[in-house]
């Protein structure tokens, strides 16, 4: 990756610091990335699943929390078992693919691993259509290596260890795709929310990307600048070219420009979805 640059995907955000009150139930956590990836997912349970296995409505909003240490916090709060141990799915907290991504990166960065959550789309849940959705990568130090945390174990994907190009597009790659493509914008979206599919979908996920790769890791539905003007189709003139250098930040190992491109007007999110 050559020489650090001003974001070190190496080293924490504020997402996924890991704190001083949690940081001694992480000393069991494994070295490799592969396992440290395992390990979030052994203790997470999705929303739609929780009710199947006994947990209540009133856990829900677990998923929710941001920052990795918080849901640490939840889960030592419902057993106190060493973190690298998968918990009974009722001890599990309640989360979205972004819980997944975040908690790996978390640990990944946690053993000085570069790594960061990207926010996109799946193209393995739903045939045809592109999944909003949230993976991990993590650079050997000759490759960003994508991870899908949520369905390691599961037969979903060949490897879920490391996604095949095209298997998970983030939203800039998505735009592009789009662009040079033709395809339909009307096939990415979100999985059960038949309002919640369209080119403002992947609008939004490039700026949550962009966000994300500035160590920003907001939670799937958090919006800001102007994506809700793009959700109602009222963006206005420019939005478009906007997007498109969100895509080609996204694209770039150039820490500087990322950063610079976060910096633009309407990019940044408010530090209130730091907490």
């Known amino acids: ?155 979903v994907v060949e490897h879920p260890d490391d996604l095949a190009p095209g298997q998970f597009l983030t939203g800039g790659e998505a735009w592009r795709y789009l662009a040079e493509s033709g395809a339909d914008p009307m096939d990415f979206g979100v999985d059960g929310v038949p309002h919640a599919w369209g080119i403002a979908e992947v609008r939004g996920n490039a700026i949550r990307d962009l966000a994300s790769l500035n160590k920003v890791e907001t939670l799937p539905w958090d919006e800001w600048g102007r994506m809700a003007a793009s959700y109602r189709g009222e963006a206005g003139e420019g939005f478009d070219a906007l997007i498109d250098v969100v895509a080609q930040a996204g694209a770039s190992d150039d820490e500087a420009f990322i950063q610079a491109t976060y910096r633009a007007e309407d990019l940044a999110a408010p530090p209130v979805l730091l907490a």
């Open 1 to 155: 990756m050559g020489a650090k640059g001003p974001l070190s995907w190496d080293r924490a955000g504020p997402l996924t610091a890991i704190d001083d009150d949690v940081a001694s139930a992480l000393a069991g956590l494994p070295e490799d990335p592969i396992e440290l990836c395992r390990v979030a997912q052994g203790l997470i349970m999705l929303p739609g699943l929780a009710t199947g296995f006994g947990i209540g409505e009133d856990r829900q909003p677990e998923q929710s929390i941001r920052p990795a240490s918080a849901i640490l916090r939840r889960l030592i709060a419902l057993d106190a078992a060493p973190i690298e141990e998968p918990r009974a799915a009722d001890r599990r907290v309640v989360g979205t693919c972004r819980h997944f991504a975040v908690l790996s990166t978390a640990f990944l960065r946690y053993r000085s691993i570069p790594a960061r959550a990207r926010c996109g789309f799946a193209g393995y849940f739903v045939p045809d259509r592109y999944v909003d959705h949230w993976i991990t990568e993590y650079h050997d130090g000759d490759r960003w290596i994508r991870v899908d945390a949520e369905i390691l174990g599961f037969s």
